[in-house]
């Protein structure tokens, strides 16, 4: 599975428009996408952020849908981005659990590491990461998105709830301090977002 992300950030007041037009027209055009396999949406109402995750079977699937969406993004996203930025990324680790998501939260690291490392830090993740995150309250799910090429990765765990977020940051950090003992990396960014929406079929 691959995916493809859009961070953008701009005015919190003119947040809900862009929130509107990726729920409606946003959605319509990426369900029309061959290879197309989900979505997700996430915010930060106060700081003026909002992130968007899309799922794809295949790399020729992410980049032909994107031909079509390159001309729409601006559009779909105006008043509200000031900037943004998009990347790709492989589906390295998916763990999912049996649980809502809507309205939940999204705890999102931004890592970067040798490129050597990358199948290294996956197994780290999935070995050593996961087991710790899985037995947190209400985790469902947690992800390793890799660029192989760039050396840059985000580990994301989403949450039922924000309740259920703010307790895990403690066990988050010692999850991070133990992968970060199994491999070589560096976090770069540490994020937090309301789930607007979060679908995937990554089976």
Do not use: C
Request: charged share 25%; glycine share 8%; no cysteine.
């Amino acid at each position: 599975m691959f995916v493809r992300t859009v961070y953008a950030t701009g005015d919190p007041a003119e947040l809900g428009t862009a929130i509107r037009a990726l729920n409606s027209e946003g959605r319509d055009l990426l369900e029309e996408r061959p290879g197309y396999r989900g979505a997700g949406v996430f915010v930060d109402r106060n700081l003026g952020k909002l992130l968007t995750v899309s799922w794809w079977e295949s790399e020729q699937a992410r980049h032909n849908s994107d031909e079509v969406m390159r001309e729409r993004r601006t559009a779909l996203l105006a008043p509200f981005a000031g900037t943004l930025a998009v990347e790709n990324y492989e589906v390295a680790v998916f763990h999912v659990l049996p649980r809502p998501t809507a309205h939940g939260g999204l705890h999102l690291i931004r890592l970067e590491f040798e490129p050597a490392d990358a199948d290294q830090l996956a197994d780290a993740f999935h070995a050593t990461v996961v087991p710790r995150l899985e037995a947190l309250p209400g985790l469902a799910r947690a992800a390793l998105f890799l660029d192989r090429e760039r050396g840059h990765g985000l580990a994301g765990t989403l949450f039922t709830d924000h309740h259920s977020l703010a307790a895990s940051r403690a066990a988050q950090a010692a999850a991070r301090q133990a992968g970060a003992a199994k491999v070589q990396m560096a976090v770069v960014g540490l994020e937090e977002f309301e789930v607007v929406h979060a679908d995937a079929h990554a089976g």
